[in-house]
């Protein structure tokens, strides 16, 4: 069998989801005789993560995103297909699995709201067995590098959604898990604190290798953290491999950022562009233009004889901008 520590193999899952028509006698007769309608949420997908990876698993909403974690968590089964998660089926959801593995869903809880964080995590070390002096010691140093000690002992539904998503961060890694399932976990917080979560999961990652798979609509997370990313639509992988291959592949070509001169007021229809270079905004003296990749020398070098320039940055396109034509099926 493959070392891989997370092997996915023609994982489908199909809910079948209730349906009536409106108004009272749809209601009543609903009640006699059940009609169901398919989702089909996610269709054969196969990938392998290896043990330390940090993927980015991405996707338009309800691309089937979620529903792919919590498979690989144990919360659902699938319709079909095959998981093996650090050598364990996930649904079996056997003990020794559950403590290798942890999941925080940005949009749940799993920190009691009316009683202090640091009683959760009594009552999490309990269930998962930590002895007391250890689970002081995580609790501890969980907390030294989050800088949190001051908020563990308010009820939680006293606290910030940035310190809540703190509390959530610790509950899920105070038994060291190996696997670490990241469902949208800055979703909701200010720049400041993304950054800072980003920061001590790629601190964490390099600390004890855990491997992550991380949800995310903020592309900054991405970039950040994901060396790799896989993409879904419509519950199909349609991409796996590195952010920078996903440009070169999706949107090859350079965006060339120029500031003219004060003095330049030629016209738009008056500059003759080479083939290859395109303009594709103009606000004063700041100019956008695309180039295609094997262009680039010649593109600078027109740019550089025909306008007086005060500054030029050659850059990637956005991968927002990539991904959002995917998504929308443009490439
Ligand atoms: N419990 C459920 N019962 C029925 N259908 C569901 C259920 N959960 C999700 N779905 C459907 O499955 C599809 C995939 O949903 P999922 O939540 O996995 O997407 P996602 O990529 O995580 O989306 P988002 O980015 O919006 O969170 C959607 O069409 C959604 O409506």
Redesign the pocket.
Known sequence: MSKAHIIVRNLTKV?R?PERNEGLAAAIGSLWRRKYRE?E??RDISFSIEKGEIVGFL??????????LKMLAGLLYPSSGEAYVAGFIPWKRQPEYLRRMSMVLGNKSQVIWDIPAWDSFRLLGDIYGLPAAKLRAAVDELCTLLDMHEILNRPVRMLSLGQRMKCELVAALLYRPEILFL??PTLGLDVSMQRRFRQFIADYNCRFGTTVIL?S?YMADVEALCPRIIL?NQ?QLCYDGSLQGLTQRFAPGKLLRLILSERYVESEADLALPAGLELLKRDGVTWTLRTSQQDILTSVSHILRHLPIVDLTVEDPPLETVIDQMYRGEI
Do not use: M, Q
């Not at 996707?59 to 792919?68: D, E, I, Q, R, V």
């Open positions: 809910y989801v989702v949420a996610v996707g338009p909403n309800g691309a089937g995103k979620t529903t792919s469902d949208e949800t609509h879904i519950g």
